[in-house]
């Protein structure tokens, strides 16, 4: 007999179904066997292992569509496995990752390997993401049907823009074949070059060289062109502008069926957190104004903005101990996703039930993922929130291989308690 | 011979107990009686530990006095003569004087106080005549200050390599070009090797904006600023605004135009903060590419006709065009950028008839200034900037080594 787990007294949130309601949930051979709200409501059944929520979420495991893992390349900053490890200790089980390896992954043999790497783990889905263009180094596309058929989830140069429109143009083109999706990290480089934080007073102040917000709503609108003309999917990364995200916006409105994502660091923070050249707010996108990062928590409350992913980057000191102009950009933040995303929920932008949407059943709908869903049948990733759990964020105590988070000494609201992985209990929080 | 730390030591029990009195490792208490040139104290207690150490005897009922710590010395008898003033223990060892400057770095002029930088040029101030008279003062002897620069300088480095030298400090000088910087070795593996040699004071210059901040978090000594990529250079600052107190008795109440690439300068950043902190009314004067429009938040007006932003100025201040810092075009051609923003008398003209011209130099003649206006002896004060420079220099080695932990020490030995 298989083994079978129950998680009773449950406040059950599966965004993808529309429920918010109290209930409980059976496991069975590493599926989701039933949910309801009448289930068990007489008790459980002897042979069955019980998990009591406590009146805490139960709501599927996290969905993570843009986090880096520098696996193959630079391990000592992250590997699969400590992604892994830090991605269930915030709630989330599967990762879509980015292409910017060394190697790229734009091969066939290299999206094999990373689905393998991820399935080694056992502790998380890993879907990669493949370069559209060979060494993202933007001048010839990758073999988009073959990667595709090995498994790479949709295309992109990462962290990289892809500046020509001939070739975009091309590749949006191509892609319909395949309904493969396109994902672009909105940012007009020639405007970018050189720059190190937002344009702006700051950048002023500091002496360092700005990059204008302009420039992220101009790849936009370029880009927009060229979708409507080629039909095809597009998805804009990590959006930090209002005049980006109104440009999204207005798109929407006109029917084109665009998506975007942002990444916590844009609502959770502004340029300030600089301070006096902390590299470790150094980001691509750069940390924006205040006004920015409003219209970016408006954007995520109206819908503009479909999903909140990670961004994780990990970088070690070698990378980030540097004169401000040398240090490389990013931030970790798995493991503070669902703290930051509950922050929406406790300053009242979004319900709980969107809060936790736009990090499970968006990004799993967006990207045609079998995750991010509480329904029968599905795979049993689940994550147990307390939602209103005071806790400060220690960056000493984070599972990452890496350091650089921007969230260090926040306090926040909101933990996950316990991971489920395929059925098994994967994470646990201490005093859970 | 006993000296004053044996026989403070003696009275307390041996190194262990003082050691554990005092809260520091048991070696630094036998290093109070080596030799100076063996790592030690000569025999001395640093102050900063007396008063620590006389309430801790007091708790364990040894009768220890100020007298102990000069025991066998002249200053013992000068002492116990003199009469006796009972001072709270906490003021032994920190004299409180509000308008010192009180930072063990200079990194910048943005934060710091009125108070602070009218110190600064006081103390400047009065090494000015030194400096004329070529005397030289012992006031850092046994000090040393290392020259760091990664980026190519001639005037600075020699300016504080002089001023080091006249108040009795060795100078080293760090040659990037020589050095493993061009193997490879990080800023902060730089610093770290750098302060393992115990020097006092580095001096450094980078290229990147912030670096410099970067390295004085990594170091024990004492670090001054002599240029971070396009943010800060406060000596230049200092000196600027020594040079105009001297000649207009003031700097509250004057109207100073910053002209030319104010957006890659970092002499602009610091004078602007020097000169709005001080009360002045700073312009920033130059062609919309080169003066970002930010700037205005850090309270300036900005012109871009260089006629209307030198109407009635009292200081003209010249910047060079940063062209190692400008990737692409930020004006169309030096032709160009003369014929409107550099300065001629036809220009000079609208400021007040007895404005001064100043340039913190290389002055490129004919790109940012005409070569008769930056020769005019009744108007330019170029070579006087470069002057008060070292007497700025004098006072800032002065002023930052006087809050190094060992100074005080130092001080009383």
């Known amino acids: 007999m298989t083994a079978r787990t129950a998680f009773i007294n449950a406040r059950l949130i599966d965004p993808a179904n529309g429920l918010d309601a109290k209930g409980a949930l059976l496991v069975e051979s590493e599926r989701i066997a039933d949910v309801g709200t009448a289930l068990f409501r007489d008790g459980v059944p002897s042979g069955i292992e019980t998990i009591d929520c406590k009146g805490q979420v139960l709501a599927p495991g996290l969905v993570d569509m843009r986090a880096l893992v520098p696996e193959p390349g630079e391990t000592h900053k992250e590997s699969v496995a400590s992604a892994a490890a830090a991605a269930v200790a915030g709630g989330v089980t599967t990762i879509v990752t980015l292409p910017n390896t060394n190697p790229v992954i734009d091969d066939v043999a290299l999206v094999e390997f990373m689905i393998e790497r991820g399935r080694e783990t056992g502790l998380i889905n890993l879907f990669p993401y493949a370069a559209l263009t060979v ?19 949709a295309f992109t140069d990462g962290t990289r823009a892809i500046a020509d429109p001939v070739l975009l143009r091309r590749a949006l083109a191509y892609s319909t074949s395949w309904d493969a999706l396109i994902i672009q990290h909105p940012e007009e480089p020639s405007l970018a070059r050189g720059g190190q934080i ?34 095809a999917r597009y998805h804009a990364a990590h959006v930090s502008t209002a005049m980006g995200i109104d440009a999204i916006r207005k798109a929407k409105a006109r029917g084109m069926k665009i998506t975007c994502d942002t990444s916590p ?4 923070l502004n340029e300030t957190a600089i301070g006096n050249y902390r590299t470790f707010a150094k980001l691509s996108p750069p940390l924006r104004s205040e006004d920015d990062r409003k219209a970016v928590v408006e954007g995520l409350r109206d819908g503009t903005i479909d999903v909140i992913a990670s961004d994780h980057n990990p970088q070690d000191p070698d990378s980030k101990r540097l004169p401000f102009a040398q240090a490389m950009a990013g931030a970790i933040g798995l493991e503070t996703l669902l703290p930051i995303t509950l922050e929406l929920y406790h300053n ?18 967006l990207l045609g993922l079998p995750a991010g869903t509480l329904t029968r049948g599905a795979r ?14 220690r960056e000493d105590a984070l599972a990452s291989k890496s350091r650089n988070t921007l969230f260090d000494s926040r306090p926040v609201q909101g933990r996950c308690q316990r991971t489920v992985f395929g059925g098994r209990t994967v994470h646990c929080a201490k005093d859970a | 011979m006993l000296d004053p730390a044996t026989h403070v030591i003696g009275k307390c029990g041996g190194p262990d107990a003082v050691a554990e009195m005092v809260g520091i490792h048991v070696s630094n208490v036998h290093r109070w009686t080596y030799p100076r040139a063996r790592g030690g104290t000569d025999g001395r207690i640093p102050a900063r530990h007396h008063a620590r150490l006389i309430a801790e005897a007091a708790r364990r009922g040894i009768t220890l006095v100020p007298e102990d710590f000069f025991h066998g010395t002249e200053a013992a008898a000068a002492l116990s003569s003199a009469p006796r003033k009972r001072e709270p223990a906490s003021q032994m060892t920190q004299p409180a004087d509000p308008t010192r400057f009180r930072h063990r770095h200079l990194l910048g002029i943005e934060g710091l106080s009125s108070d602070e930088i009218a110190y600064l040029l006081d103390r400047a101030n009065g090494f000015v005549d030194m400096s004329r008279s070529r005397r030289k ?28 030298l006249r108040l009795g400090a060795d100078v080293i000088n760090m040659s990037v070009a020589t050095s493993s910087i061009q193997k490879g070795e990080s800023l902060i593996d730089t610093a770290l090797t750098l302060n393992a040699m115990h020097p006092d004071v580095l001096v450094v210059r980078h290229p990147h904006s912030g670096a410099v901040e970067l390295l004085s978090q990594k170091v024990t000594c004492s670090v001054i600023n002599a240029g971070d990529g396009s943010h800060e250079h406060p000596t230049q600052a200092l000196l600027d605004a020594l040079t105009i107190r001297r000649r207009k008795g003031r700097i509250g109440g004057l109207i100073v135009a910053i002209c030319g690439d104010v957006a890659h300068s970092r002499v602009a950043r610091s004078n602007i903060h020097l000169l709005t902190t001080m009360g002045a009314r700073v312009r920033v004067v130059g062609p919309p590419t080169l003066v970002p429009r930010s700037m205005a938040r850090m309270g300036v007006e900005i012109f871009h006709d260089m006629r209307q932003g030198l109407k009635d100025c009292d200081i003209v201040m010249m910047l060079r065009l940063q062209l190692e810092r400008m990737h692409g075009t930020y004006v169309p051609s030096l032709r160009e950028n003369f014929h409107f923003y550099g300065l001629d008398y036809d220009k000079l003209a609208n400021a007040k008839p007895d404005a001064l011209i100043m340039h913190p130099g290389p002055i490129n003649r004919g790109v940012e200034i005409d070569t008769a206006v930056a020769d005019d002896v009744e108007r330019s004060v170029i070579t006087e900037q470069v002057e008060m420079g070292v007497a700025v220099r004098m006072a800032c080695l002065e002023a930052v080594t006087a809050n190094l932990p060992w100074m005080d020490a130092r001080s009383r030995a």
């Open chain 2, 137 to 164: 003062a012992d006031l850092l002897s046994g000090l040393s200050v290392m020259n760091l620069f990664f980026e190519d300088s001639t005037r600075t480095r020699t300016s504080f390599e002089l001023a080091a």
């Open chain 1, 380 to 393: 049993a990733d689940l994550v147990v929130i307390d939602p209103d759990r005071p806790w400060v964020i």
């Open chain 1, 198 to 231: 937002n344009d702006g007073e700051y950048a002023t102040r500091l002496g360092l060289q700005g990059i204008p917000p302009c420039a992220e709503v101009m790849m936009i609108e370029r880009d927009l062109h060229l979708v409507a003309t080629t039909g």
């Open chain 1, 265 to 268: 660091h844009y609502f959770g």
């Open chain 1, 135 to 153: 060494g993202t180094k933007g001048e010839k596309l990758t073999e988009i049907g073959l990667l595709r058929e090995a498994g790479a989830i």
């Open chain 1, 348 to 365: 009242k932008v979004l319900s709980l039930g969107a809060a936790i949407a736009k990090v499970t059943s968006a990004p799993a709908r």
